[in-house]
Nanobody
Framework: QLQLVESGGGLVQSGGSLRLSCAASRFTFDYYAIGWFRQAPGKEREGVSCFSNRGGNTIYADSVKGRFTVSRDSAKNLLVLQMNNLKPEDTGHYYC???????????????????WGQGTQVTVSS
């Protein structure tokens, strides 16, 4: 059914880059808005971005604008989150999830998403 698998996390120094991937079917990316979220210990899940193919919009949290870019790799059925100029505040467990809608919402509210994967850990050292 609808399953998402995250990969690409790791340990990097402040200012470095990582590329995260969210794998799913072509159908999933054609019909559902897909969000990226992150969660640090003791904190609520925080919205990072949302990509919608059918809705035709892409959303970024203010905290990552200008540093993170989300794109679709249609050939490999991946949604890619390119993270540049990473900061220690970006540390967390990163997840992708489907909104159950063809449209992104600027609110990036985790409660509106489902089909969470296991996530991938991103650690940014000072």
């Amino acid at each position: 059914q609808l399953q998402l698998v995250e990969s690409g996390g790791g340990l990097v120094q402040s200012g470095g880059s990582l590329r995260l991937s969210c794998a799913a079917s072509r159908f999933t990316f054609d019909y559902y808005a897909i969000g990226w979220f992150r969660q640090a210990p003791g904190k609520e899940r925080e919205g990072v971005s949302c990509f919608s193919n059918r809705g035709g919009n892409t959303i970024y949290a203010d905290s990552v604008k200008g540093r993170f870019t989300v794109s679709r790799d249609s050939a490999k059925n991946l949604l890619v989150l390119q993270m540049n100029n990473l900061k220690p505040e970006d540390t967390g467990h990163y997840y992708c999830a489907a909104r159950g809608s063809s449209y992104c919402s600027a609110a990036l509210a985790a409660r509106e998403y489902h089909n969470w994967g296991q996530g991938t850990q991103v650690t940014v050292s000072s």
